[in-house]
């Protein structure tokens, strides 16, 4: 079953604004991590945010982590056409090592 | 450096016939290695994984089958494909006890 669920779905912004997206998951997790899809093209991996931290930050990336409400957000500031991509949240859940599950992603187009 | 290789790039197949997609990692050993499947603009399913040579865990059940006769190597098989074996085909590797996931470029594969 699916562990991480992003919304929106798609997201369409200028130029310049802000994008945020959020990511739900089900259960205890070790840590959780966003991924960047070029269309057509592998996943690219962003930042991992651990179980015990709140924020984090990776230059225009700025990941939170609510467990309580088992929830993240990633905001991407000031964006540019080259942010046009799918980003994936994945989680690992607590004692197991060996699968990363995928949510289903936001679809991110940046208007110029 | 770690470098992971997917082949062919594009794959187009009759219906009923076999399958067999490729993926080799270098530069690390006993990686964890990941089929996924993504359907058009959807979010990437777990298919196959493996933790060793010969080890293979299977997330969903279908007409596909996976080996790792080699520490680096996983193949992806199929004896009949069907239309909904269409799709994007993405392999990935990750070390044991490591968290982020590192994927290769991707088969398409289009069932007529």
């Known amino acids: 079953s699916q562990q991480g669920e992003e919304d929106p779905q798609a997201l369409s912004i200028q130029e310049g604004e802000n994008a945020t997206m959020n990511c739900s998951y089900k259960?205890?997790?070790?840590?959780l991590q966003w991924y960047r899809q070029n269309s057509g093209r592998g996943l690219v991996h962003l930042i991992l945010?651990?179980?015990?931290?709140r924020e984090k930050h990776s230059g225009r990336l700025r990941v939170t982590l609510d467990t309580s409400k088992k929830s993240s957000s990633l905001l991407i500031t000031a964006s540019r056409a080259a942010d046009t991509a799918s980003y994936f949240c994945?989680?690992?859940?607590?004692?197991?090592?060996?699968?990363?599950?995928f949510g289903k992603g936001t679809r991110l187009h940046i208007l110029p | 450096s770690q470098t992971i290789h997917q082949w062919p790039a594009t794959l187009v197949q009759p219906v009923g016939s076999p399958l067999s997609l490729e993926c080799t990692v270098e530069?690390?050993?006993?990686?964890?290695l990941y089929w996924y499947r993504q359907a058009a603009g959807r979010g990437l399913q777990l298919l196959f994984y493996?933790?060793?040579?010969?080890?293979i865990s299977s997330e969903v059940p279908q007409n596909l089958s996976a080996s790792r006769p080699q520490d680096r190597q996983f193949i992806l098989s199929s004896k009949k494909l069907l239309l909904s074996d269409s799709g994007f085909y993405l392999c990935?590797?990750?070390?044991?006890?490591?968290?982020?996931?590192?994927f290769g470029p991707g088969t398409r594969l289009t069932v007529l």
């Open positions: 994945a989680t690992k859940a607590m004692n197991r090592d060996d699968k990363i599950i």
């Open positions: 945010i651990r179980s015990n931290e």
């Open positions: 259960t205890s997790i070790n840590n």
């Open positions: 990935a590797w990750r070390l044991a006890g490591a968290s982020a996931q590192y």
């Open positions: 530069g690390t050993s006993n990686p964890n």
């Open positions: 493996s933790v060793g040579i010969g080890q």
